[in-house]
C-alpha cells in the first residue's frame, strides 16, 4: 500500500506557471506507475498525464501537451507535475494516483492523494 500527498497548488494569474508535487509513501513508489487527475466543479474526474515506473513513458491529454510536464524522482518518492502557461481552464483540484500499470483510465489506478487546488484567473 501506498499513502500519496500532493502539494504546491495555489492561485496565480493566467500565462504563469505551477509546480505539484506529490510525495509517496509506504510501499516502494518505483513499483507504481503514476498519474494526475483533475476535476473542476461541476465536471468528472479527468485524466491529465501519467507516466511509467521508470519514467520511460509518459502521456498526456490534449489539452496540456506542449504545456505541462509530468516526470518523477524515484529516489525521492516524489511525482511532479510542472505546469505552465496556466489558463483559466485549467482550474481544478489537482489528484496524483497511483497504479499498477500506466493508465488514462480513474478506476485503474489503485490509491489517491486528496487533492490540491489550482485556480487561474483571466
Known amino acids: 500500500q501506498v499513502q500519496l500527498a500532493e502539494s504546491g497548488g495555489g492561485l496565480v494569474q493566467a500565462g504563469d506557471s505551477l509546480r505539484l508535487s506529490c510525495a509517496a509513501s509506504?510501499?516502494?513508489?518505483?513499483?507504481?506507475?503514476a498519474g494526475w487527475f483533475r476535476q473542476a466543479p461541476g465536471k468528472e474526474r479527468e485524466f491529465v498525464a501519467s507516466i511509467s515506473r521508470s519514467g520511460g513513458y509518459i502521456g498526456y491529454t490534449d489539452s496540456v501537451k506542449g504545456r505541462f510536464t509530468i516526470s518523477r524522482d524515484n529516489a525521492k518518492n516524489t511525482v511532479y507535475l510542472q505546469m505552465n502557461s496556466l489558463k483559466p481552464e485549467d482550474t481544478a483540484v489537482y489528484y496524483c494516483?497511483?497504479?499498477?500499470?500506466?493508465?488514462?483510465?480513474?478506476?485503474?489506478?489503485?490509491?489517491w492523494g486528496q487533492g490540491t487546488q489550482v485556480t487561474v484567473s483571466s
Open positions: 509506504g510501499r516502494t513508489f518505483s513499483t507504481y506507475a
Open positions: 494516483a497511483a497504479a499498477w500499470t500506466q493508465s488514462r483510465l480513474n478506476r485503474d489506478y489503485n490509491y
